[in-house]
């Protein structure tokens, strides 16, 4: 991937500061940040926070699965229809190891990649921050409203996101089209021809040629090969 890779650089230095105050915040249990404990909880707040937001969705992403890329790319659609600023920074690692991130959210001018020193999610000012990778609470999401965390959290993504490379640029295939996707992701899915055809309200046929296409696209032997470049380790 032509000029970004994973090694540290001190572009990120604000952002890794940022996520150093967050653990020590988290561990000293200063009353700053609330624990969304269950399952249940972090992705109620997943799922509502973007249809709540009305300014700015900022993401940031050391490593998603497949299912969190997905919904992701489904909640940025409807905050961006509804005029709210929406960027997000990716790791390269997440580039590389699932093609479908390449074309995952073509919508979105604002999707840069970069090395990231961890995870959040900014919604107005709502902040959502992953606990951080080879610590106890690397499975965790922690949220606060606290102006000074927001404040400092808003800065670290924009310096960040200011030094970052635009999908497009450093992706390893060009973008494909949305209806593509849709195939792409039912072909990940398992789905049948037929099955996709009727989703998309296309014949079975074009269907079938669709699927070449992206087989082609992606340089793999087969359909099931694709699938697996497609969805990395979620295949």
Known sequence: MAGVDDRPTTRGDSASAFFDAVQASITADDGTFRLLGSPLEMAEHLRDLPDQTHRRAWSMSEGSSLGALRRGHEQTLRSA?????????????????????????????????????????LADDVLLVGGRRGTPLATTIWRT????????????????????????????????????LVVALGMIDGDTDQEIATRLGIAPRTVQVLVRRIIDWCGARNRTHAVALLAGGDA
């Open 145 to 180: 409203e606290d102006p000074a965390m927001v404040t400092a959290s808003a800065r670290a993504f924009e310096e960040v996101f200011e030094h970052a490379d635009p999908l497009d640029e450093v992706a390893l295939l060009p973008a494909l089209d949305s209806r593509s």
């Open 81 to 121: 229809a509804r005029g709210v600023d929406c960027r997000s920074l990716m790791s390269p690692f997440a580039v590389r190891v699932r093609l479908v991130t390449s074309f995952l959210r073509p919508e979105v001018a604002n999707c840069r990649i970069t090395p990231v020193p961890g995870s959040m999610l």
